[in-house]
């Protein structure tokens, strides 16, 4: 098991930002890519960034690209989110995973790519 908390999610007008942190315990994400999902009220879970486990590469939804960044830092084992410009249709509940094995980045961009996941945390973007 791999259990993780995000945290950092919260009430934002269009046009603002928040960071969302997803943090682990131990050393278990050191060596795992990472990846945020959002879900809506009533669609489905979708992709939104991913980021390699050397940290090398990451890779975003078309619809939040040049506005999300995902990194990390190993030494904290924290991933992050940083979300600027953000806009109503952002609003959703966000998830961070992390995939069972480990110095691999195959399926990163998928969501059977993960097989651990937090619990969530709210964001909602105001008109």
């Known amino acids: 098991q791999v259990p993780l908390v995000e945290s950092g999610g919260g009430l934002v007008q269009a046009g603002g930002s928040l960071r969302l942190s997803c943090a682990a315990s131990?050393?278990?994400?050191?060596?795992?890519?990472m990846g945020w999902f959002r879900q809506a009220p009533g669609k489905e879970r979708e992709f939104v960034a991913a980021?390699?486990?050397?940290?090398?590469?990451?890779y975003y939804a078309d619809s939040v690209k040049g506005r999300f960044t995902i990194s990390r830092d190993n030494a904290k084992n924290t991933v992050y989110l940083q979300m600027i410009s953000l806009k109503p249709e952002d609003t959703a509940v966000y998830y961070c995973?992390?995939?069972?094995?480990?110095?691999?980045?195959?399926?990163?961009?998928?969501?059977?790519?993960?097989?651990?996941w937090g619990q969530g945390t709210q964001v909602t973007v105001s008109s």
């Open positions: 995973a992390a995939p069972q094995r480990s110095y691999s980045n195959g399926g990163i961009g998928e969501r059977e790519g993960y097989d651990y």
């Open positions: 131990g050393r278990q994400i050191s060596s795992r890519a």
């Open positions: 980021i390699t486990w050397t940290g090398g590469s990451t």
